[in-house]
């Protein structure tokens, strides 16, 4: 089991940058894929970044190649997202996710079992 805490979520102008933290407890997370998705206002949740347990996989959706940048710190048990260049369309809740699938060298998987509450950010024009 993990529990997922994620934060760093604020309102900043277009073209800035913001870091959200994904912290967790349980002792086996460090052995999980994490990712990050987000939920737009009257949108479906979409996949943004995933990262395979040891760091070394990471895998984005094409709207943020180039911008974001998911890594872990396992000694931690926390999940980084860097998100630079912000655009107005990345207005979203972001929530951390884990896959309870052990040392796995995937970074993207369909669905995931542990959640954060979400954190808002918000991209002024």
């Known amino acids: 089991q993990a529990q997922l805490v994620d934060s760093g979520g604020a309102l900043v102008q277009a073209g800035g940058s913001l870091r959200l933290s994904c912290a967790a407890s349980g002792r086996t997370f460090n052995t999980y894929a994490t990712a990050w998705s987000r939920q737009a206002p009257r949108m479906e949740r979409e996949f943004v970044a995933g990262i395979s347990w040891s760091g070394d996989n990471t895998h984005y959706v094409d709207s943020v190649k180039g911008r974001f940048t998911i890594s872990r710190d396992n000694a931690k048990n926390t999940v980084y997202l860097q998100l630079n260049s912000l655009k107005p369309a990345d207005t979203a809740v972001y929530y951390c996710?884990?896959?309870?699938?052990?040392?796995?060298?995937?970074?993207?998987?369909?669905?995931?079992?542990?959640w954060g509450p979400g954190t808002q950010v918000t991209v002024s024009s």
């Open positions: 996710a884990a896959r309870g699938i052990t040392r796995s060298s995937r970074p993207y998987y369909p669905g995931y079992d542990f």
